[in-house]
């Protein structure tokens, strides 16, 4: 392994004023772990952006590598569960935060934190993939042991035109579930029916505050994406013993509803948390897509650039300028 390597790295100067700029590294300045991973490809998604420009509290220690996920080949571990040359992914534990994460030439990490790349997924594609691929099969994952079927009626994916949303659907078709998405984006309807939604609703039906505590039964199931009056509105729509997976908070934290969802239909609120999963679930989600995901449908959201475009997409993303998949070739595959 080479002494020296490449780093987008971020310092913080006087008066707590962040800056980023690309550096040659020595491989002694990793942080702790049992394995080394040569980085192949990464991701840009809106917390990389806050983070590589001093946006909140996200960072308290510098200097630091940012990037939230990434792929790569394992270089040297003394892990017993890998080996060098083994092809592996990861998303959460806070890195790209708490601990150096992706937009290095190598990174170092408890080798626990890593899965072994299943048969027939490529590095590119599983982050293309990345954290809201994992997150998207990970609320399927929880919806299934909730009780959810294929043959138990319509299942809603709320914010269907973003990364999990996008996910959820294609994941759910692919199983063979009747699949609602719900999307305020007009242009976006074509797209959602390639990926294998039966039909579409606008979000504005689920915008205003619900006006009875239960509705019609509608769905059997539901990813939410959105959180705020959406998960109100959806949660008085879910059939008796039916489930939803709360994954995103864009709509806010604030839920303004009843017990009546939960107590008279028996609903489950189930609570997505993709950071601290444990290994074990996490190798059988990433699997899970594997074997059933059709990759292809999500080629056309995927974007590849290269490694010293990291500042101007980290700019880019905040200004909502970066559309799909931002996939970053740190090494290639």
Known sequence: MSDGFKAYVLREGEGGKVTGAFEELATAELPDGDVTVR????????KDGMVMNGIGRLVRKYPHVPGVDFSGTVETSSHSGLAPGDPVVLTGWRVGETRWGGY???????????????????????????????TAGLAVDSLEAAGMRPDGGEVLVTGASGGVGSV???LLAAKGYTVVASTGRAETHGYLTELGA???????????????????ERFQAAVDNVGGTTLANLLTQVAYGGSVAAVGLTGGNEVTTTVLPFLLRGVSLLGIDSVMCPKDRRERVWKTIADTLPMDRLDAVSHLHRFDELPDLGRAILKGEVRGRAVVTVGGG
């Open 39 to 46: 980085v192949a490809y990464t991701t840009v998604n809106y």
């Open 104 to 134: 290095a030439v190598l990174a170092r990490v408890p080798g626990d934190y890593l899965v072994r790349l299943p048969a027939g997924l490529s590095l590119e594609r599983a982050m293309a993939l990345g954290t809201a691929g994992f």
């Open 198 to 216: 039966a039909s579409i609703v606008d979000r504005a039906e689920f915008a205003e505050q619900p006006k009875r505590p239960l509705a019609s």
């Open 168 to 170: 959820a659907v294609a």
